[in-house]
């Protein structure tokens, strides 16, 4: 008899349109099995898991659970059948405890709501081994306690099966070590589990067998312990490439950009930044560490001159900025390009032309009212023949191009004003490899031209390798800089929790301010 | 008429003119949350309006208006819902669209009646079921029992049906899923709540709940059908209530009742002068026209206060609201 599967897909194909997201794939995971499902972005691995847990139908192809044939036709069967899925972009009522985000999937429970369901969820947490404030309200919540949450729920409604959607993207290195310890138990306990990732450090850490997708097909389903990550790369990309990222050493200016005693509230009032200090010098990229929410896009938007400051300076090459409109701050040579977890939400217009985005940098330069669309698309044209944006043609929409040709654009557009200082918040966010690798060859490349850049990122390891120093921010206050060649993934982690400070490390010598600092005397005595 | 008199009839219309704000209010509340905007309240009214009193009427039939109004509101939310949730319509468009629609049924239904001289008019028993009834012993306060506690029985159900939907919200799981589907439909629906179908229920049930306000309003006029319709803006003042009453069916009382004062002074304010010239003279003087604006000057005003102290997790509404929800959207 052959092996009994705990869930098994055959042949599944599924299309959006003319897309083919899914062609053929074959997937199988046992009970007691972490299984890997790997692949790049826009590999079809998020479609093929959706269609397990009932947002999407197959075209064709069949599921089997347990060895017997079924259809799921909705969330409800996805339920019904033991699956669980923790999606990437969390589905929790905000304002909902996270007792009654769980409460309201409960079947078996009676119409009326009582005070004793908190306690209710708190033993089913505890029988799970997990420790939660049933109270609690998920807008109170850090993202792991929500992907906590996120598990409890899917194990309460009895799941067998778990999903888990790139769980680790927003996670720190302790807490991922922490989700990985969970996982591991839970494979214990007999749960089969498909965690989705493109990061193979991960896949080599934990999983049991790894699946590889490319580009919507089925490529295979490996032993994790025979396979290695060069491995894995090929299969995933299609084609050997070199894992190193350049780093090349650049003759370092005086700083261009110095930032002293800043002070900046978030949205809510509350300090977002707290008295940080830092500058950049030309020709050195500084990356910005920081769980989730640490401040980063309060000093972006600051910089940037979309956020009142409360209190500190930021100078430019010896002139301040602080309180200079947006576009007088653009004129100075800073640029910023942000790329919010939605990709499109700040920079870029999705519905207009990849021209029309170009313009809309520089459509104060044109004379008079009307628009010169003859050098948008002439600037269009470069962006995508320089930056090799792959798009049917400079007039598409910029929503219908794939994220990664998306943020090409946006870098290309804030490139092509040829600034000297270029903020950078997670310009690889959701790229796969290639991309990720095109889009650190372009800022690389504006280094050695002598350009200051702040690269906020998230991968740790990217960031070890691309920047000069990291500075590490927690609740908004700076933990200490590091050069990147000489930290560790483990130092940056304690310093991104705030358990390790090293911003009075060298006391003689005040914290992120330059030597050759280009403050003024008269400045210094203001301040 | 004496003064007490005065103040206890000021209090009386208070109730009795404003009710059918709350039953649009709470309706629209309802409707809203499951995350959908229905700014078709006023033509929704109508529609409960005209049926609701020609079928009650011609049954002779207090009940059978109040079902038929309700039926006729839940069929015109079923056109909404329809729209909206299968066919994905924008929502502000489609609410616009049957307001327009709704008023046009209604003149259409109603001159169409009184040109073949058809038009029902209300026969005394039901005049009497319209009546007020006294609630014993708080009646007989002094100034307010009169004033608050003798009404019809619509004014009752009215209530009645604000506070079992404040509760039906807070504390049954149906409300707790409907709440979950305004706030983010994609995490209702992963944990297997019917969207679709909770979406379908509440919208038919708010709206017939407003199609009842519209019969109350076509009853106080006596069934008087001129070239202004009954309802006469009261849809629209619902849908700033629900604001106001940050989408709590409970403080749609209370909210009713604060437009509600505006509103009454405006029909009561020369008698309130008359009756106390020394420190309410003025109102005499106040043009009728600002009475009409109060309403929805309080709604600026409060939109401005709601704004400004909203705090995550203190306001009512819900997030999704006004937004489609399809499950393969990428």
Known sequence: ?527 | MDKVGVITSFIHNIVLLNIPLLYGTVGEIVVEKSGSLNLGVEGTMAVGAIFGYICGCFADSMVVGILTAFIAGALFGLLFAALTVSLQANQNITGLTLTTFGLGIYFFVGNGLRASGNWPTISESLKDGFSDISIPLLSDIPIIGNGLFSHNVLVYLGIAIAIFMWWYLKHTKFGLRLRAIGENPAAADSVGINVKRSKYLHICLGCGIMGIGGYYMGLNMSGSFNASCWINGYGWIAVALVIFANWSPSVAIIGTFVFGFFNTLRVAGGSLALAFPDFLGWLADVPTQLYQALPFIITAIVLVVTSIKNKRGRSGLPAALGLNYFREER
Not at chain 1, 202 to 213: F, G, H, N, W
């Open chain 1, 1 to 527: 008899m052959a092996e009994q599967y705990a869930i098994e897909m055959r042949n599944i194909t599924k299309t959006f349109g003319s897309v083919v997201a899914n062609s053929g794939i074959n997937l199988a995971v046992k009970q007691g099995e972490i299984l890997a499902l790997l692949g790049e972005n826009g590999s079809g691995k998020t479609t093929l898991m959706n269609m397990l847990s009932g947002i999407y139908k197959p075209d064709s192809g069949s599921i089997f659970i347990d060895g017997k044939e079924v259809s799921i036709d909705s969330p409800e069967d996805s339920k019904k059948y033991g699956i669980g899925m923790v999606h990437q972009h969390f589905k929790l009522v905000e304002v909902f405890s996270a007792a009654d985000n769980i409460w309201m999937g409960q079947d078996k429970t009676g119409p009326i709501l009582k005070k004793n369901r908190f306690k209710y969820v708190e033993d089913i947490a505890h029988k799970f081994g997990f420790d939660i404030d049933p109270k609690k309200k998920v807008y109170n919540m850090a993202v792991s306690e929500k992907q906590t949450l996120e598990i409890i729920k899917v194990l309460s409604y009895g799941a067998k099966t778990i999903i888990l959607d790139e769980p680790t993207a927003v996670l720190t290195v302790q807490e991922i070590e922490k989700l990985f310890g969970v996982l591991r138990r839970m494979k214990e306990e007999g749960h089969a589990i498909i965690i989705i990732t493109h990061k193979l450090n991960e896949v080599m850490e934990i999983s049991d067998r790894v699946a590889i997708l490319r580009k919507g097909e089925y490529i295979t389903t490996v032993n994790t312990a025979e396979t290695n990550e060069q491995e894995l790369t090929e299969w995933m990309v299609g084609r050997k490439i070199d894992l190193n990222i350049d780093r090349p050493i650049v003759e370092k200016t005086r700083p261009l950009l110095e930032v002293r005693d800043l002070v900046i509230r978030n949205d809510e009032g509350s300090v977002a930044i707290d008295n940080v200090n830092f500058y950049i010098r030309g020709g050195e990229i500084l990356g910005v560490a920081g769980i989730a929410g640490c401040g980063q896009k309060e000093l972006c938007e600051a910089i940037a001159g979309l956020r009142p400051i409360e209190k500190g300076q930021m100078i430019h090459k010896g002139d301040n900025i602080v309180g200079l409109s947006p576009k007088a701050i653009l004129e100075k040579g800073i640029s910023m390009s942000f790329i919010p977890e939605d990709r499109l939400g700040m920079g870029l217009a999705p519905s207009m032309s990849i021209t029309e985005n170009m313009l809309l940098k520089n459509y104060r330069d044109g004379r008079g009212p009307l628009v010169d669309r003859k050098r948008g698309r002439a600037d269009a044209e470069q962006v995508i023949k320089e930056l090799e944006v792959v798009t049917p043609s400079s007039e598409t929409p910029v929503r219908r191009l794939s994220g990664g040709n998306v943020q090409k654009v946006l870098l290309g557009r804030e490139i092509k004003a040829g600034p000297n200082v270029i903020v950078t918040a997670y310009p690889v966010r959701g790229l796969d490899i290639n991309s990720s690798y095109a889009i650190y060859n372009i800022l690389n490349k504006q280094k050695l031209d002598g350009v200051g850049i702040l690269f906020v990122g998230e991968d740790l390891d990217v960031m070890m390798a691309l920047c000069d120093k990291i500075m590490v921010l927690c609740h908004g206050k700076v933990m200490g800089v590091v050069h990147a060649h000489k930290t560790t993934k483990e130092e940056l982690g304690l310093m991104m929790t705030g358990v390790l400070d090293l911003s009075e490390k060298h006391e003689d010598k005040p914290a992120g301010i330059a030597k050759d600092s280009l403050f003024e005397s008269n400045n210094r005595e203001e301040a």
